[in-house]
């Protein structure tokens, strides 16, 4: 990609903060569980595959867009890992300390698998 345009942030701010909003209701409507489920949709992944599109043709896009997929799967992994320590550990350590636990969780382990997929 040689640079960001715009509009692609523009595709990522509407799909993320849209689901996000729908999370929100649906999660006050129906209950926090069936909120999560509509939480972990992949907006953000699936804004940025759009996105790549317009700007890449033919031969780039295809290797582009398998890489990001790569990338998402990382992402989607520590996802996992994420919400698994923020359900255990905000009930007995509190919201804010087992939110940043979680978040820390995360941020290793979405470095250390990106690491270790680059052979690093």
């Known amino acids: ?3 960001i345009h ?3 942030i523009a595709v990522r701010f509407i799909f993320g903060g849209s689901a996000i909003v729908a999370s929100t209701i649906f999660a006050r409507r129906v209950g926090g569980t069936y ?3 509509f939480a972990a949709f992949p907006a953000v992944y699936l804004a940025a595959l759009i996105s790549v599109a317009p700007n890449n ?14 990338g998402a799967l990382i ?17 007995r350590i509190g919201w804010r300390a087992g939110l ?11 470095v250390t698998s990106t690491l270790f997929i680059q052979g690093l």
């Open 1 to 3: 990609m040689s640079g």
């Open 6 to 8: 715009l509009g692609d």
């Open 35 to 37: 909120g999560g489920v």
């Open 57 to 70: 043709a033919g031969d780039e896009l295809i290797p582009l867009s398998i890489s990001l997929s790569r």
């Open 75 to 91: 992402g989607m992994s520590a996802n996992v890992v994420t919400a698994i320590v923020a359900a255990t550990t905000t009930e």
């Open 100 to 110: 940043a636990v979680a978040v820390g969780a995360w941020t290793i382990l979405a």
